[in-house]
């Protein structure tokens, strides 16, 4: 079968398989067997086939971040049954038992109640909520390593984790205004109080976020959602809505927005090839011809690779088999306004052009900060995360000085405003703010590009 033919052939069985949702059906299967391990896997798979389908999601955040309220609204419209955790405490509280007791000791004191008296009840609902096969969203928990291990350990994963996203002062506020809600409004030291809390949610939810860290994603919680957005978010994580066809997305930005960091990542969630012009004219420098000289010295000085050498190297990459095949993300490219009028000329017609745009006072700010190895070529955002016998020979790369910096800030604005002046990709344009979190960028781009599919 020759490549013409192989393609075709590829995209029909694609076209096939995401009509009949069988990348779904096959990863729920694989999952459930990793998590079961049946001695009988065939009978195992064929009784999971017959059963209906069934969803969980947790959600976290904040004390006194309204979290319940969004979780029963979200619950109600998806048509999920919602578990709260403190619901669920409270419940446990009123039968007024020795575990009770020391439930009310720890609340007393604003404390987390401990581990294992919430593992255990949390387990007794959900195992019964699986039992009868339905889908739930479990708000508040799990809260802490121990908690999230447990559940593990019981092989109950989530299928999305959701975890409402805060700043440290309004974290802080949150814990303070809990304080004023009964039965906390009797404690001393509020502020004291407020602030240990909220250092001790900090650290639980970083190891949380280690713990699952291939389920959750992050939402700004001091933002205001639409529901349908919040719950079509959620949608698009537990339901596979991964592009399968090749696609042809650049990605773009200024230098030290993020661009590299997200451009890899949609190459390895999504199978795209990546392709980056820092790579391709470090390779073809590397080859040490005349035409790569000119290039380490164009580099070096902050100026941009001629147009005529950049656009072969493009060229000859896209058209391998690879390129064809699975798609590609190319980072970096167009730069100038002749690359931009050369995609044509490429043949390349973008399904998605992300624009990573950020303040230039915050992209100095990280480029001042980072440096490189000039033996390994790894970049270190700060010089603190090097180790002790790397750090003394960190440089500051040529490109990266603050004057060479303010002319490729020059150099990008007047690109931001070509593209915005370029109607004809108008509609394939996706924006999103360079001075958000890593993880909430690359959230938000993964989350557009399964909306698009």
């Known amino acids: 079968m020759d490549q013409a033919n192989k393609l075709q052939y590829q995209q029909q069985v694609e076209k096939y398989l995401e009509g009949n949702k069988v990348y779904n059906i096959f990863e729920d299967l694989l999952k459930a067997l990793i998590i079961k ?39 109600e419209y998806m048509n999920f049954h919602c578990v709260s955790i403190g619901d669920l405490i409270e419940k446990e509280l009123s039968k007024k038992s020795e575990l009770s007791q020391q439930i009310q000791d720890s609340l007393d004191k604003f404390q987390y109640v401990s581990d294992d008296i919430v593992i255990n009840i949390a387990l007794n609902q959900i195992q019964h909520l699986e039992n009868e096969k339905k889908s739930y969203i479990f708000e508040g928990f799990p809260k802490t390593r121990v908690q999230g291990l447990a559940f593990q350990k019981e092989g109950i994963i989530p299928d999305a984790f959701l975890i409402l996203e805060m700043s440290e002062e309004k974290i802080y506020q949150c814990c303070l205004k809990k304080l004023d809600t009964e039965p906390f409004s009797k404690l001393d030291k509020k502020e004291e109080l407020a602030r240990n809390h909220s250092l001790e949610y900090q650290l639980n939810l970083k190891q949380i976020k280690e713990i699952y860290k291939n389920q959750y994603f992050s939402v700004d919680g001091e933002k205001n959602y639409e529901l349908e957005d919040m719950a079509q978010r959620l949608k698009y994580k537990l339901y596979n809505n991964a592009p399968t066809r090749a696609g042809r997305i650049l990605v773009i930005g200024p230098p030290g927005s993020g661009r590299s960091t997200l451009a890899k ?68 490219y167009p730069k100038t306004e002749q690359q931009l009028e050369s995609l044509n000329e490429l043949n390349i017609q973008p399904t998605l052009i992300v624009i990573i745009d950020a303040a230039d006072d915050i992209i100095l700010k990280r480029l001042i900060q980072r440096r490189t190895d000039p033996i390994s070529g790894r970049i270190y955002n700060s010089i603190d995360e090097a180790d002790k016998e790397v750090k003394s020979r960190l440089i500051i790369a040529p490109n990266e000085k603050r004057d060479v910096v303010q002319l490729r800030l020059k150099r990008w604005e007047d690109l931001k405003q070509l593209i915005d002046g370029t109607p004809k990709y108008a509609s394939v344009i996706f924006k999103v703010s360079g001075d958000a979190s890593l993880n909430n960028i690359i959230e938000s781009v993964c989350y557009h590009l399964e909306k698009m599919n």
């Open 37 to 75: 391990k049946p001695d009988d896997p065939i009978q195992f798979l064929i009784n999971k086939l017959q059963e209906p389908e069934t969803k969980k999601i947790f959600i976290i955040g904040p004390p006194g971040s309204k979290l319940l309220e969004l979780s029963l609204t979200l619950a």
């Open 265 to 332: 990542h949609l190459c390895s969630r999504y199978g795209f090839v990546y392709i980056s012009t820092r790579e391709l004219i470090s390779n073809l420098v590397n080859k040490k011809g005349t035409t790569g000289k000119e290039a380490f010295e164009k580099v070096n000085k902050g100026d941009l690779v001629e147009d005529r050498i950049i656009n072969a190297l493009i060229k000859e990459r896209i058209n391998q088999t690879d390129c064809q095949l699975q798609g590609y993300v190319l980072d970096g």
